[in-house]
């Protein structure tokens, strides 16, 4: 597995989760790639809006 990927459990409510699901298979992602397209969009409009997140590098 790629370093740069973590991996994370999520806890979240089955029926969102589900209509959740629908709407990646409508835009023809995983639910995964949905969620991961979500996070870059917020942290992008944060950044956008309070500058860099200084983010630590992860060391070996």
């Known amino acids: ?3 740069k990927l973590l991996r ?3 806890r ?4 969102l989760f589900q209509k959740f699901r629908y709407i990646a298979e409508s835009e023809g ?3 995964n790639k949905e969620i991961e397209q979500y996070l870059k ?3 992008a409009e944060f ?5 860099p997140i200084p983010v630590e590098p992860q060391g070996s």
């Open 1 to 3: 597995m790629d370093d």
């Open 8 to 10: 994370y459990t999520l």
């Open 12 to 15: 979240v409510d089955r029926l």
């Open 29 to 31: 992602r995983s639910a």
């Open 41 to 43: 969009r917020r942290v």
């Open 47 to 51: 950044e956008k809006e309070h500058g």
